[in-house]
């Protein structure tokens, strides 16, 4: 599902029941990957595409408030964005996070 905000997208990400803490959930809009989690009870959004070597990072697995690439195990932490560890040295680009009623939305532009 999407809406439109000025020049931005609300893009549905799946309802917050689907997504606890500890967990990530990847989507797909217009050609890019979109990876949410959910820490500590908290949602964030970030590319989801690893910067390395383009890896779908909705494969990987959490561990602490990081997501680990399944590809080659570079570290992003997924309340920056930040790479924490090699190979992957550029960020994860951060998405601005909704709740609205029952669902999480990410604002794209
Ligand atoms: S593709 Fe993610 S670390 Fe290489």
Redesign the pocket.
């Known amino acids: 599902m999407e809406a439109t905000q000025g020049t931005a997208h609300l893009v549905k990400v799946c309802p917050i029941s689907e997504l606890p803490p500890g967990t990530l959930k990847g989507i797909e809009f217009e050609g890019r990957r979109i990876l949410a989690a959910n820490i500590d009870g908290k949602i964030y959004a970030h590319d989801g595409t690893?910067?390395?070597?383009?890896?779908d990072?909705s494969n990987g697995f959490i561990i602490g408030d990081r997501v680990v690439?399944?590809?080659?195990?570079?570290q992003f932490d997924l309340k920056t964005g930040e790479a924490v560890t090699s190979?992957?040295v550029e960020p994860l680009k951060n998405y601005k996070v909704k709740i609205e009623g029952p669902d999480v939305y990410v604002e794209v532009d």
């Not at 690893?50 to 890896?55: D, I």
């Not at 690439?69 to 570079?74: A, G, K, T, V």
């Open positions: 690893c910067t390395h070597e383009e890896a990072l690439c399944p590809l080659h195990l570079s190979p992957a």
